[in-house]
Each structure stands twice: as C-alpha cells, then as structure tokens.
C-alpha cells in the first residue's frame, strides 16, 4: 500500500504493572484525517507520545512512510516531516511572535532570507501580522494555540500529529482553528487526540476509539457516535 | 559595542593600574562565559570556574613542558575544551535535568579543588611539571612574543593583551549569538521541548554550546596564570565558583555587557575592600548580590538600558522591550 504513511504494529507500554497501551496495530493513510478518542486513561496520550518519539514503546514497532521509527528521538522523527503538537501549549514564551515562527522556519531554510520569506508566509496565513512583534508570554491562549500550530505548518510536514488542539478555546477560535486544520489537511495526513466532541464531530472523517490500552473501534463518525459500546463506556456522559 | 570598547580600554590605564585592570580583563571574560552558556543557552552550570581553573593549569603544566608559551595556551584551551565535550555530552545526552546539571557541575569543580590539592609529591608529576598539591605549580613560562621566547609580555603588555583578548572574545560571542546557532540556542533556552519538535537535535546543540563556553573560561584561566605566575587548587574553590554567579547576577543575565560590567565592577570592589580590614569583603558581596537580587532582579545593566530608553526616548513600552532583547 504506496499511500500509508503511519504503520504501528503490536505497539505497547507498560509502566511498571500498568499497560497504558496493549499491542495496538493501527494505519494512516496520505491525507487522512483521523480523531482519536477514548476516557481518560484509554492509552491515546501514550499512543500519541510513542509516535512522537517522547516516550519509547516497550514493545511493538512504528513505521512512517517505510522507515522504521520506533525509539527514535523526537528531533529525528520531527525533521522527516512530522508537525507535532503536545498537549500543553508549547512554545516559547521569551521571544516574538516573528522569532518563534522563525526558528522552525530556519530549521527547513538554510538561507535566512528563505527563512525569514517563510515566517512573514506563515504569519499572514495566520493573519498574526499585528502582534508578530509580541512575546508569546503576552498572548492570549488562543492566539498561543495558533502560533504553535504556525509552528507546525511551517515546515510543510505530511504527518500532523496534534494533542488537544481545541483545549481551552473560545467557540471564536474553535472555528479558526478548525479552518487551519482543515487546510493543513489538504497536503497533509493528521492525527488529533480530541476531549471535545463537539469540535471532533466539526472535523472528522474517521475515528478511532480507545479504550483500556487497546483499540475498541475504528470507523466513521456517525457509525461510531451511534454504537451502543462506545455510548457506553464515553459517550453515555456526553451526548 | 566594539566601537565603545577600544576607546575604553586604552582610557583605562590612565586612572587604575595595569596591573589590577588585568585581572579584571580576565574576570569579565570569565564572567563573559558564563553570561553565554546560562545567560543566552540557558544552561545552568555552577562550575565554570572548574575550566578556569584547568585552564590555568592546562596552561602551566603546557608551558613547563614545552618551554614556550604559544603552544602550551592552545593547548591548554583545546584540553579543557575538550574536556567540557565529554563532560557535556554525558550530562546532554543523559537528559539530566537542570538541578542535576547545576550539581554535577560543582561538584566536578570541588572534586578537582580536592584532587589538586593532593597532589603533593613526586607521585603527581606531568613531565617536567610537579602538580604540587595545596601550593599549585609556581615559575612556569609565562607569555612571550610567539615565536621569541625571550621577548616577554608583561606588565603594560600584559593588560594590553588581556584586553584584546576580551574585546575580541566579545566580538566572537557577538556574532555567535547574531548566527543561526545563537538564535537557536535561545529557543532552547526558552523551550528545549519545542525545539526538539521542530526537528532541532538540543542535546549536540547544548554540548557544543557548553564547549564553547568552557573555552572561553580556559582562555581567561590560561591569561590568569600569566598575571598570577602560579597556579593554585583555589582557581577551583567554591568562593570562585560562586563569584562567577555572583557578578554574571549583579551585571544581568541574558544581556553581554552584564557579565563584563559585573566582573570588572565587583573585581574591583572587592580589591579596593583588600586594602582595608573594617569591613569583611565576602560580607559586602553578599550584601550587594541581596540588594540586587531584591531591588533590580534583572540585573544592573538591563535595569539602566530600561532607564536609558525611557528617559531619553520615550517609546512605547512594547517597542522598548523589544529593543531591551535586540540589545542584549
């Protein structure tokens, strides 16, 4: 299969006693968009932070466009391509927004006029141009949530791996954000962890869902909103 | 800024000796290590003065063996900076985090203040250089016109040297911190995750960072042992240590002119406190690093840059801030 760009096959880790994540075999295809969902404590954090290379899986292997990745750093798998964004907004506070944009554009330019063409790009995208000279620190949480996903675009990656995205976002920005997604999309395939339902039902195509570790269901978002397992044992509360 | 420096350091001998104004060269590049290492990469490392110190030595015990001075500050600079490498590479690629980084960092600089003071004895022996314990290696070759070992630098000479050193080590830093690898070095200091998920390897970054700043330390240690024409195991003591810190917070952190400033300021307070026995000169630097600490924690070279800019040019407070970072 040419088009699949993320393989993991009987990916686990335990810490300690605890298995956070219980031989997970999963598949991305080029441009797909998939949710993963689940309670808390159903192993998506965990499968989220093996592909990012921040944790090392105990067992199980993980493959993206062919090359074997697992136990790689995360500076190795970030520069074949993969945009990431953890949980906890993560950007850096002390510098501008320009220089923030900057340093992930320099990292894809060697030249620093190709750098900086990029980060002016990526801010009018954004349309962060009035506040490009701000400190991150001044920001307000939404428009941080938006540089760090000005962070991720800037290097044009094929895989979008994003941990929360809609965390503590006013409906305003919800929508903004969805937008962006949806265009990064367009060239790229993307994984999103997602509490919200309401802002997984505005984005999805297809879902996973996770429960215990393991994978309890993958299909599209109307048949698993309506699948009586599922309501059970996460949705029940919610919908 | 180097524009400002020459004319500085050629005013300067009119109104305090050479003598002392070279050990204070000395110091503010010293301080100019640190102020790159923690002030720009954010490492927190509590054990600079260990490769000042083993560039003083690196330095004497080169110089003894070889005869002649050239070489011998090479290579006591390419030793320590060669030491830093492993010592860095183990503490980066360990992932240690900063508490332990600051630990581990001392406590490498007190282990070599008690290794080199045991070395007395014809056990410690290095060539022709005796290590000689607690009264360290005295009567080594000091600084000559490379390739003239007769022709000696010294006094006047000696500062003059020491100067350049600095004002050229700054300028060096300067573009350091201009290039990609400075920019980049702040990212990490500002967020070391975030950099690794740009794709930026943090861990070679900082050891080549941490190298650099120990080169810095040795060359200044190397310069010291010339003023000093001895080296003892008290270039590794914990007072050392700790005036490092002490002038890089007095002079501000993050900016280049803070560290110097700092050292030049503080070394010269503590030898005009020399000459008098009233007060106890560790008491008055405590004092000062408090007053600092709590009245301007920014340190006193960001505290008047903000003065400068909001007395003279009155610019919006956003705008000043940013000039405050392009500045530093």
Same mark, same amino acid.
């Not at chain 1, 428009?143 to 760090?148: I, N, S």
């Given at each position: ?14 810490? #300690? +006693?605890?298995?956070?994540l ?11 968009l ?6 808390? #404590? ?10 990012? &290379? ?11 466009? #062919? ?13 074949? &391509? ?46 962060? &141009? ?19 996903? +000005? ?61 215990? #570790? ?18 059970d044992?996460?949705? &029940?509360?919610?919908? | 800024?180097?524009a ?23 110091? !503010? ?9 923690? @002030? ?17 030595? @690196? ?9 002649e ?12 900076a ?29 282990i ?69 690898? @400075? ?16 794709g930026?390897?943090?861990? !070679? ?67 005009l ?7 106890d ?27 400068w ?20």
């Amino acid at each position: 299969m040419p088009d699949v760009v993320l393989e993991t096959s009987g990916l686990s880790r335990h810490f #300690g +006693g605890v298995v956070a994540l219980d031989n997970v075999d999963f598949l991305l295809r080029a441009r797909e968009l998939r949710c993963l969902i689940g309670p808390n #404590g159903a192993g998506k954090s965990t499968f989220f932070n093996c592909l990012t &290379g921040l944790i090392r899986p105990s067992e199980g292997h993980i493959f993206m466009r #062919g090359d074997e990745t697992t136990g790689w750093p995360v500076h190795r798998i970030a520069s074949l &391509g993969v945009g990431i964004k953890t949980q906890v907004p993560s950007v850096m506070d002390g510098l501008t927004v320009h220089e923030n944009i900057w340093l992930a554009a320099s990292r894809h330019h060697r030249h620093s006029d190709d750098a900086e063409r990029r980060t002016d790009e990526i801010i009018a995208r954004l349309s962060l &141009g009035p506040m490009s000279h701000q400190f991150l620190a001044h920001l307000a949480h939404g428009e941080r949530q938006l540089v760090e996903l +000005g962070l991720v675009m800037t290097g044009d990656p094929w895989l979008v791996l994003l941990d929360e995205p809609a965390a503590g976002m006013s409906p305003e920005d919800m929508v903004r954000i969805g937008e962006i997604l949806r265009e990064i999309n367009e060239t790229a395939a993307m994984i999103i962890v997602e509490h919200d339902m309401k802002f997984v039902r505005s984005i999805a195509s297809r879902i996973t869902v996770f429960h215990q #570790g393991r994978v309890l269901l993958e299909d599209e978002m109307e048949r698993v909103m309506s699948d009586p397992t599922v309501r059970d044992i996460y949705l &029940g509360r919610t919908a | 800024m180097t524009a400002v420096a020459v004319p500085v350091t050629l005013v300067l001998p009119q109104v305090i000796d050479s003598y002392t104004l070279t050990v204070l060269a000395i110091y !503010a590049m010293l301080a100019l290590s640190l102020g790159l290492v923690w @002030g720009y990469g954010g490492i927190l490392c509590f054990g600079q003065a260990a490769f000042f110190g083993l560039g003083a030595y @690196g330095y004497a015990i080169g110089a003894l063996n070889v005869g002649e001075s050239t070489i011998a500050l090479i290579a006591a600079v390419a030793a320590t900076a060669a030491i830093a490498a492993v010592l860095g590479a183990m503490m980066f690629y360990g992932r240690l985090g900063d508490v332990y980084l600051a630990i581990i960092t001392l406590v490498v600089t007190l282990i070599l203040y008690r290794f080199m003071s045991s070395t007395a004895g014809d056990a410690y022996v290095l060539g022709k250089a005796r290590l000689g314990g607690f009264n360290g290696i005295p009567g080594f070759p000091t600084l000559h016109v490379p390739g003239n070992p007769s022709a000696y630098i010294w006094g006047d000479a000696l500062y003059y040297v020491c100067a350049a050193s600095l004002v050229l080590v700054l300028a060096l830093v300067t573009l350091l911190l201009r290039s990609g690898f @400075g920019r980049v070095a702040v990212g990490i200091r500002e967020n070391e995750t975030r950099m690794g998920l740009l794709g930026y390897d943090v861990r !070679a970054r900082k050891t080549l960072l941490f190298t650099i700043g120990a080169a810095v330390a040795a060359l200044a240690g190397a310069l010291y042992a010339n003023w000093g024409e001895i080296v003892t195991p008290r270039l590794f003591g914990l007072t050392q240590s700790a005036e490092i810190i002490i002038w890089c917070i007095v002079g501000g952190f993050g900016t280049r002119l803070g560290p110097i400033l700092g050292a030049a300021s503080m070394g010269y307070l503590k030898f005009l406190l020399g000459q008098q026995s009233l007060v106890d000169n560790t008491l008055v630097m405590g004092l000062i690093l408090i007053l600092v600490v709590l009245f301007l924690p920014r340190g006193l070279v960001p505290a008047l840059e903000g003065l400068w800019i909001a007395a003279w040019q009155r610019m919006p407070a956003r705008q000043m801030q940013r000039r405050r970072r392009n500045l530093a």
